[in-house]
C-alpha cells in the first residue's frame, strides 16, 4: 500500500476516547474485570463515537443501516 493511500486511510477512519469507571459490579471475585464485561465496554465507546459524530442508533437504523456485531472474540 502507497504511503498516500495509507494516509488517506488513517485520515478516514474515526477515533474517540471515552472514559469508563469501572465499578464493583463489573469485577469478580478477585477484583479483576469479569471477561464478558469488555463487550459492554466497546458498546459504550461505539455510542459515544456515534454521540460524538452526532448521530444516534435510530438515526442511523432510520436511514436503513444497522450495526452489527458479527464476530467477538475475548
Request: proline fraction near 1%.
Amino acid at each position: 500500500m502507497s504511503n498516500e493511500k495509507t494516509a488517506k486511510r488513517k485520515q478516514q477512519q474515526a477515533r474517540n476516547v471515552t472514559y469508563y469507571r469501572v465499578i464493583y459490579g463489573d469485577c469478580d471475585s478477585m477484583a479483576i474485570v469479569y471477561y464478558a464485561n469488555y463487550l459492554k465496554f466497546f458498546e459504550i465507546g461505539r455510542t459515544e463515537l456515534l454521540r460524538e459524530a452526532g448521530l444516534t442508533y435510530r438515526q442511523i437504523e432510520d436511514s436503513g443501516f444497522f450495526l452489527p456485531t458479527t464476530e467477538t472474540c475475548l
